[in-house]
C-alpha cells in the first residue's frame, strides 16, 4: 500500500494567477498520475508524471497549462497555471503499486473566482 | 480509445436491499479494478479481478468478471448505510487506468 499526502487541500484562486499541487508519497512508487474531478462526476486523468523527464500528457491537457514536476520516486507536483473558473475542480494526486492498484491523496478542491 | 462504460448513474435503495452496478468495456480487458469513494472522499481500491469468469467476496461485496473479460459487476447483498458513496471500474489502457462513470448509491435508512 502507499500513504499519500496531498496539499493543499482546498483553495480559492483569482482568476488568473497559478496554484501548485503537492503530493508527497510514503515509498517510492514508479508510476504517479493527476487526475481531475468535477463534483458529482468521474476520474478525468490529466497526466502521467515521469520521474526524471517530462510528463505524459493526456488528449485535452498541455503543459503550459498544467506543468507537472517528478524529481523523484516519492514526490510530485501539478501547477493549474492562468487559473479560470473552468479549472475549478477537485484534482486528485494518485501512485501505482506493483500489484497495479491505484492508491490516491485526499484531493485539492479548488475555487477559481 | 478503449472505453469503460458503468450503469447505472445512480440508485437509491432501501436499507438491507441488495444493490448491483454493472461495468462494460469495448475491448477485452487484462484486468478491471474497483473503487469506492465515500461522500466528500477520495476513492479507495477495493479489489482487482484478472482472470476470465473470476468471482470474489468481500464480505457483502461480491465482484465478477466475465467469461470474455469485458464486462463486470458489484453485488451488494442486504445494503448498509456504510454502503454509501460512489463505485467506479477501472479498467488498464497502456500503463494507465481508465474509469467509468460510477454508480452513485444512497440508501434510505
Known amino acids: 500500500s502507499a500513504v499519500i499526502s496531498q496539499k493543499p487541500s482546498r483553495d480559492i484562486c483569482q482568476r488568473g494567477t497559478s496554484l501548485t499541487i503537492q503530493c508527497q508519497v510514503d515509498?517510492?512508487?514508479?508510476?504517479m498520475f493527476w487526475y481531475r474531478q468535477q463534483p458529482g462526476q468521474s476520474l478525468t486523468l490529466i497526466a502521467t508524471?515521469?520521474?526524471?523527464?517530462?510528463?505524459?500528457?493526456e488528449s485535452g491537457f498541455v503543459i503550459d497549462k498544467f506543468p507537472i514536476s517528478r524529481p523523484n520516486l516519492t514526490f510530485s507536483t501539478l501547477t493549474v497555471s492562468n487559473m479560470s473558473p473552468e479549472d475549478s475542480s477537485i484534482y486528485l494526486c494518485?501512485?501505482?503499486?506493483?500489484?497495479?492498484?491505484?492508491?490516491f491523496g485526499e484531493g485539492s478542491r479548488l475555487t477559481v473566482l | 480509445g478503449q472505453q469503460v462504460m458503468q450503469i447505472p448513474q445512480y440508485q437509491h435503495v432501501q436499507e438491507g436491499e441488495d444493490f448491483t452496478t454493472y461495468c462494460n468495456s469495448s475491448?477485452?480487458?487484462?484486468?478491471i479494478q474497483w473503487y469506492k469513494q465515500r461522500p466528500g472522499g477520495h476513492p479507495v481500491f477495493l479489489i482487482q479481478?484478472?482472470?476470465?469468469?473470476e468471482v470474489k467476496k468481500q464480505k457483502r461485496l461480491t465482484f465478477q468478471f466475465g467469461e470474455a473479460k469485458k464486462n463486470s459487476s458489484l453485488h451488494i447483498t442486504a445494503t448498509q448505510t456504510t454502503d454509501v458513496g460512489t463505485y467506479f471500474c477501472?479498467?488498464?489502457?497502456?500503463?494507465?487506468?481508465?474509469f467509468g462513470a460510477g454508480t452513485i448509491l444512497r440508501v434510505k435508512s
Open positions: 494518485s501512485a501505482q503499486t506493483g500489484a497495479g492498484e491505484l492508491f
Open positions: 515509498s517510492q512508487v514508479t508510476m
Open positions: 508524471a515521469n520521474q526524471g523527464s517530462e510528463a505524459t500528457y
Open positions: 475491448t477485452t480487458l487484462s484486468n
Open positions: 479481478l484478472v482472470k476470465s469468469g
Open positions: 477501472a479498467g488498464p489502457r497502456g500503463n494507465k487506468l481508465v
